[in-house]
Protein backbone atom coordinates (compact mmCIF):
# COMPACT_ATOMS: atom_id res chain seq x y z
CA UNK A 1 0.00 0.00 0.00
CA UNK A 2 1.55 3.74 -0.92
CA UNK A 3 2.12 5.47 2.20
CA UNK A 4 2.64 9.55 2.45
CA UNK A 5 4.99 10.98 4.75
CA UNK A 6 4.94 14.82 5.14
CA UNK A 7 7.92 17.25 5.74
CA UNK A 8 8.58 20.67 5.71
CA UNK A 9 6.45 22.00 9.24
CA UNK A 10 7.57 23.79 11.64
CA UNK A 11 7.95 27.51 13.16
CA UNK A 12 7.55 30.43 10.93
CA UNK A 13 6.73 34.16 11.86
CA UNK A 14 4.32 35.91 10.54
CA UNK A 15 4.48 37.02 7.02
CA UNK A 16 7.24 34.12 6.00
CA UNK A 17 6.87 31.44 3.95
CA UNK A 18 7.55 27.79 4.55
CA UNK A 19 7.40 24.93 1.66
CA UNK A 20 5.56 21.57 2.55
CA UNK A 21 6.35 18.33 0.87
CA UNK A 22 4.30 14.80 0.99
CA UNK A 23 6.27 11.91 -0.49
CA UNK A 24 4.48 8.71 -1.34
CA UNK A 25 6.28 5.68 -0.85
CA UNK A 26 5.14 3.90 -3.95
CA UNK A 27 3.42 4.53 -7.39
CA UNK A 28 0.37 6.62 -7.56
CA UNK A 29 -1.34 4.94 -9.95
CA UNK A 30 -3.74 6.91 -12.49
CA UNK A 31 -6.07 8.37 -12.27
CA UNK A 32 -6.01 9.56 -8.75
CA UNK A 33 -6.17 12.94 -7.12
CA UNK A 34 -4.00 13.79 -4.30
CA UNK A 35 -3.96 17.10 -2.72
CA UNK A 36 -3.39 19.13 1.01
CA UNK A 37 -5.53 19.68 4.32
CA UNK A 38 -5.26 21.29 7.33
CA UNK A 39 -7.00 20.76 10.67
CA UNK A 40 -6.68 22.87 13.95
CA UNK A 41 -7.82 21.19 17.35
CA UNK A 42 -11.79 21.17 18.10
CA UNK A 43 -12.25 22.17 13.94
CA UNK A 44 -13.45 20.43 11.04
CA UNK A 45 -10.28 19.52 8.70
CA UNK A 46 -10.17 22.18 5.49
CA UNK A 47 -9.18 21.88 2.33
CA UNK A 48 -6.18 23.60 0.70
CA UNK A 49 -5.54 22.65 -2.75
CA UNK A 50 -5.71 19.49 -4.66
CA UNK A 51 -4.10 18.12 -7.75
CA UNK A 52 -4.41 15.18 -10.15
CA UNK A 53 -2.64 13.25 -12.12
CA UNK A 54 -2.48 15.39 -15.15
CA UNK A 55 -1.78 18.59 -13.13
CA UNK A 56 -5.12 20.28 -13.06
CA UNK A 57 -5.44 21.88 -9.60
CA UNK A 58 -8.13 23.02 -7.61
CA UNK A 59 -8.02 25.12 -4.55
CA UNK A 60 -10.43 26.28 -1.76
CA UNK A 61 -11.60 29.55 -2.59
CA UNK A 62 -10.35 30.71 0.80
CA UNK A 63 -6.71 29.37 -0.16
CA UNK A 64 -6.33 31.14 -2.96
CA UNK A 65 -3.42 33.67 -3.21
CA UNK A 66 -1.06 31.96 -0.71
CA UNK A 67 -0.77 28.63 -1.43
CA UNK A 68 0.53 26.82 -4.66
CA UNK A 69 0.26 23.04 -5.41
CA UNK A 70 2.86 21.35 -7.45
CA UNK A 71 3.84 18.04 -8.06
CA UNK A 72 7.43 16.05 -9.24
CA UNK A 73 6.12 12.77 -10.51
CA UNK A 74 9.63 11.71 -10.70
CA UNK A 75 9.90 12.24 -7.49
CA UNK A 76 6.67 10.72 -6.46
CA UNK A 77 6.51 14.10 -4.42
CA UNK A 78 3.29 16.98 -3.93
CA UNK A 79 4.87 19.90 -2.48
CA UNK A 80 2.77 23.08 -0.91
CA UNK A 81 4.02 26.80 -1.25
CA UNK A 82 2.93 28.61 1.28
CA UNK A 83 3.50 32.44 1.38
CA UNK A 84 2.87 35.42 3.66
CA UNK A 85 1.22 33.45 6.65
CA UNK A 86 -0.23 34.19 9.25
CA UNK A 87 -1.21 33.17 12.81
CA UNK A 88 -4.02 31.71 11.88
CA UNK A 89 -2.61 29.47 9.02
CA UNK A 90 -1.39 27.54 12.64
CA UNK A 91 -2.03 24.19 11.76
CA UNK A 92 -1.86 20.29 11.38
CA UNK A 93 -1.16 19.89 7.32
CA UNK A 94 -2.01 16.41 6.01
CA UNK A 95 -1.52 15.49 2.48
CA UNK A 96 -4.18 13.18 1.36
CA UNK A 97 -4.80 11.32 -2.00
CA UNK A 98 -7.75 9.07 -3.49
CA UNK A 99 -7.54 6.71 -6.53
CA UNK A 100 -10.13 7.28 -8.18
CA UNK A 101 -11.27 9.27 -11.67
CA UNK A 102 -13.77 12.63 -11.76
CA UNK A 103 -12.66 16.03 -11.03
CA UNK A 104 -10.50 16.33 -7.49
CA UNK A 105 -12.02 18.11 -5.21
CA UNK A 106 -10.49 19.91 -2.05
CA UNK A 107 -13.22 17.56 0.11
CA UNK A 108 -11.19 15.43 3.08
CA UNK A 109 -14.62 13.48 3.09
CA UNK A 110 -13.27 11.76 -0.47
CA UNK A 111 -9.90 10.85 0.34
CA UNK A 112 -9.05 7.59 1.66
CA UNK A 113 -4.84 7.43 2.13
CA UNK A 114 -3.57 10.21 4.38
CA UNK A 115 0.06 11.02 5.82
CA UNK A 116 0.58 11.50 9.55
CA UNK A 117 0.86 15.26 9.32
CA UNK A 118 3.26 18.32 9.88
CA UNK A 119 2.64 20.91 11.99
CA UNK A 120 3.16 24.51 11.15
CA UNK A 121 3.26 27.03 13.52
CA UNK A 122 2.98 30.86 12.58
CA UNK A 123 4.19 33.52 15.53
CA UNK A 124 2.98 36.88 15.67
Known amino acids: EVQLVESGGGPVQTGGSLRLSCTASGYLSSPYCIGWFRQVPDKEREGIAVIDDDGTTTYAESMKGRFTISQDNGKNTLYLQMSSLKPEDTAMYFC??????????????????WGQGTQVTVSS
Open 96 to 113: AAHLSGGYCLPKYSEYNL
